[in-house]
């Protein structure tokens, strides 16, 4: 399950060289705006499993497996945000969400007390999916206000 970073960092390189210009023709359109990827029970599902987990290795991976699908999450929203801003509303996105990311390693990295043990990825992951989550929140909350701007403007 190690790919999905990969894929996470590969769209979001993908969708930061996209022109910034407030033509229409030039919005990303990455994510239907029809489709909603069904991560939620996958998380869940996850998560059901790390609760019955019987090794620390089973636990650090199931838990970096939640830490993936939820930055997936993260990046349909940010993207869908992304699509409805204007070329320098984008701009300062981007580089907020830049900025956030640096943020997200370090917050990572001080979510681990038990030093040098096998815990620790399993602490790293939670302190991300925590942080990554409260991001989340963030982007939705601005999705739907923008969403509603858009509305509004087209009515």
């Known amino acids: 399950m190690r790919m999905l970073p990969l894929r996470v960092a590969a769209a979001f390189l993908f969708i930061s060289t996209i022109p910034l210009s ?3 023709q030039t919005r990303s359109g990455v994510i239907p705006p029809d489709w909603v990827p069904a991560l939620a029970p996958s998380i869940k599902s996850a998560l059901n ?27 349909i929203a940010y993207v869908r945000l992304y699509d409805l801003l204007s070329a320098t509303e984008r701009a300062k996105l981007r580089e907020e969400q830049s900025r ?6 370090k917050v990572a990295r001080k979510g681990v007390e038990s030093e040098g043990g096998s815990l620790a990825p399993l ?18 909350a601005r999705l739907k206000t923008a969403e509603k701007k858009k509305k509004t403007a087209e009515e």
């Open 123 to 140: 602490e790293a992951n939670n302190a991300e999916v925590t942080y990554t989550e409260k991001r989340l929140g963030e982007l939705r």
């Open 22 to 24: 407030a033509n229409a």
């Open 100 to 105: 956030w990311l640096k943020e997200r390693s």
């Open 49 to 75: 499993h790390l609760r019955e987990a019987n090794s620390q290795a089973e636990m650090n991976s199931l838990s970096r497996q939640v830490a993936d699908m939820t930055d997936a999450q993260l990046l």
